[in-house]
């Protein structure tokens, strides 16, 4: 089962920020979340990971709260081609446990 | 791209089956990961393989099984095939022991 809860969908204007939440209140110490998203019948690609401090790259950020209980993925200027489900897993062992994911929906 | 190729690309079976997926991993990786993805749902680990051996397995039943070569490109084998099965079967591959994995396209099975 996955360890982590998203909404279902969230819409954002294009050009605004997508801040993506995800509750993880079970997650042990040791246990990275990692974000990947998933296009239309594409496999799932990678965005960014973290383990308790604040993390940023090309693509995104991740700001973990400091109990690490919860998280939030931020596309600081969405645009239309950011459309897609969003997955937030916490890596348990070898097997990435995908939830259902947010389907983030950009729009014009 | 992930550098990850999966084929078919799509495939269509009939109930009783058995099936072959291929995955080729991206250069430099050493460890596959196979998932199921049913329509409308998130990816569900299936195992893992590591050195040519399974390394790691879901809640999937023994008619469910793989191969890792040398090469450390991969098969799943799926024996008598259940309408249920019908899903996109994802490949993955990374680094041993690191987390970031890199998903190829899939592939479409459809059981008829």
């Known amino acids: 089962d996955a360890k982590t809860t998203q909404p279902t969908s969230m819409d954002c204007a294009e050009g605004r920020a997508a801040n993506l939440p995800c509750n993880h209140s079970?997650?042990?110490?040791?246990?990275?979340v990692y974000w990947y998203r998933q296009i239309h019948s594409q496999g799932p690609q990678y965005i960014i990971h973290?383990?308790?401090n604040n993390e940023t790259n090309e693509m995104a950020s991740l700001i973990i709260t400091e109990d690490r209980k919860s998280s939030t993925l931020i596309l600081p200027h969405a645009t239309l081609r950011d459309t897609a489900v969003y997955y937030c897993?916490?890596?348990?062992?070898?097997?990435?446990?995908f939830g259902a994911g947010t389907r983030l929906t950009v729009k014009p | 791209e992930t550098g990850v190729t999966q084929s078919p690309t799509h495939l269509i079976k009939t109930r009783g089956q058995q099936v072959t997926l291929r995955c080729s991993s991206q250069?430099?990786?050493?460890?596959v990961s196979w998932y199921q993805q049913a329509l409308g749902q998130g990816p569900q680990f299936i195992f893992q393989?590591?050195?040519?051996?399974?390394?790691g397995r879901g809640n999937f039943p023994p008619r469910f099984s793989g191969l890792q070569f040398p090469n450390y490109s991969s098969e799943l084998n799926v024996n008598a095939l259940e309408l249920d099965d019908s899903a996109l079967y994802l490949c993955?591959?990374?680094?041993?022991?690191?987390?970031?994995?890199?998903f190829g396209a899939g592939t479409r099975l459809s059981v008829l």
């Open positions: 993955a591959s990374s680094l041993f022991a690191e987390g970031i994995q890199y």
């Open positions: 079970t997650i042990s110490g040791n246990e990275y």
């Open positions: 973290g383990l308790k």
């Open positions: 897993i916490v890596r348990v062992a070898n097997d990435m446990r």
């Open positions: 250069s430099g990786h050493n460890t």
């Open positions: 393989y590591y050195r040519e051996e399974e390394n």
